[in-house]
């Protein structure tokens, strides 16, 4: 289906349960909200708010008698929700969940350039103290994101963008060529993987989905057109997407390497005696490979294809021959 | 350092650049 028809899809069942986990316990405690209020807030169309309370008002417990379902009645543009006290209930988190949002939040709050970050910090020491030493154990204070990614001087602009659905245009820098260039993108997700900010967007350029480093990107101009969102993937999804012309690089990893595969993008791995690594890594362009290799020297064997050991070796010379 | 290819070249510290010229050459050895 083109992306767009793919987008009118119904929503899944799971987005669609998470999203009245969130919406129905606010409803409960604010009775009377604008349905202009709720659109706004938790950021959904007219239509989809009404389906879920639709979808409600056949809910409950068991036995499902009219005393047990959820009642859901809107009047002159107003919601309230009645017999679903349960959803009043504050929220208890079991140990794993709590941890991985200690986790997470620690992992988001420790971004670079999240405007977000004091509010989530104090919302994670909260955490910590309410939770208490039981729950969290001795994980606060032993727990700290890895070293700030890059600076993104963008950030509130590309953030902007994706949320209002604005085209831009950038200059963009790519590692894979070392080229700079100009293009136009519409911005739908603006996320964090592996301590850098990435924008998963539609390149005007290239006509297809790509995924630019934030940091990489040299300046942000708006085009004052907007965008119909296709729904592309953020936050969770791969880093590399797969084209059909990718080659197959196999290369052979020492242990001091074996980061390579936690890395990149590998579609086959094979441990090896002494702790070393056998990996499949799939390649739209070499350019960044022939780099990787050149710094990882004595650590990583190309086993295939042939060729790239030759450019290598031609990067090593011509590197070499700044050095008189 | 050595990421960057032949875009870049170390100038100071002389330590670091010796590294440098010592990782290429054995890149350029055993390749």
Same mark, same amino acid.
């Given at each position: 289906l083109p992306r767009a028809e793919a987008r009118k899809a119904p929503a899944k069942a799971s987005e669609r349960l998470r999203r009245l986990l969130v919406v129905v316990p606010y409803l409960v405690r604010h009775p009377g909200t604008s349905v202009e209020e709720a659109v706004e807030l938790f950021g959904l169309t007219e239509r989809e708010l009404l389906d879920d309370l639709n979808l409600l008002f056949v809910s409950g417990l068991p036995p499902y008698g009219p005393g047990d379902l959820i009642d859901v009645d809107i009047q002159d543009g107003r919601v309230w929700i009645g017999? @679903? !006290?349960?959803?009043?209930r504050p929220l208890r988190l079991t140990r794993a969940e709590a941890l991985a949002l200690y986790l997470r939040g620690t992992a988001l709050a420790g971004t670079p350039g999240l405007q977000e970050a004091p509010a989530m910090a104090s919302a994670l020491e909260k955490l910590g103290e309410g939770l208490g030493p039981e729950a969290l154990g001795a994980l606060p204070g032993r727990v700290e994101a890895a070293g700030p990614g890059s600076p993104v001087e963008w950030l509130d602009e590309l953030r902007g963008a994706a949320a209002t659905h604005e085209r831009l245009r950038i200059e963009y820098h790519a590692a894979s060529t070392a080229e700079t260039t100009t293009r136009e993108i519409d911005p739908e997700e603006v996320f964090v993987a592996l301590g850098n900010w990435y924008v998963a967007a539609w390149d005007h350029r290239s006509e297809a989905e790509r995924l630019f =480093? @934030? !940091? =990489?990107? =040299?300046s942000v101009e708006p085009t004052g057109l907007s965008f119909e969102p296709r729904g592309l993937e953020g936050a969770g999804r791969p880093l590399y997407s797969p084209g059909e012309d990718d080659l197959e690089v196999k290369l052979r990893l020492s242990p001091e390497a074996r980061w390579v595969a936690e890395y990149y993008e590998t579609s086959a791995e094979t441990e090896l005696e002494g702790g070393g690594l056998e990996v499949v890594m799939p390649a739209g362009r070499t350019e960044w490979l022939e780099r990787l290799l050149l710094r990882l020297g004595a650590d990583a064997t190309v086993l295939v294809p042939e060729d790239l050991k030759g450019r290598v070796r031609d990067l090593a010379r011509r590197t070499r021959k700044r050095y008189g | 350092v050595l990421s960057f290819g032949p875009d870049a070249e170390v100038i100071d510290p002389p330590e670091l650049r010796d590294e440098v010229i010592g990782r290429l050459e054995a890149t350029l050895a055993a390749r």
């Open positions: 017999m @679903a !006290d349960y959803f009043g =480093r @934030a !940091d =990489r990107i =040299r | -």
